[in-house]
């Protein structure tokens, strides 16, 4: 457990514009096996954590595996 100021019952962190658009994941450079998903955490203050769900309704971190640049997201 832990604690982090910009998490508590009424505030979370700031996110940024990925949250809600497409993305392409692979796993230890596999880019042979791809799958799709859609971030759904972008922080932007601490902690940092950005989470993406992939296509079959698995959850996991942007440390876990590799994605590509989401779609739409803008270049600024």
């Known amino acids: 457990m832990g604690i982090k100021e910009t998490i508590d019952y009424e505030s979370f962190p700031k996110q940024g514009d990925w949250v809600g658009k497409r993305t392409t994941v692979c796993f230890k450079y596999d880019t042979t096996h791809t799958i799709g998903g859609v971030f759904v955490r972008e922080d932007i203050e601490e ?30």
């Not at 296509?55 to 803008?74: F, I, N, V």
Request: charged residues 25%.
């Open 47 to 76: 902690p940092g954590i950005s989470i993406i769900k992939l296509d079959d309704g698995r959850y996991l971190l942007t440390t876990e595996c590799m994605h590509t640049y989401p779609k739409g997201a803008s270049d600024e």
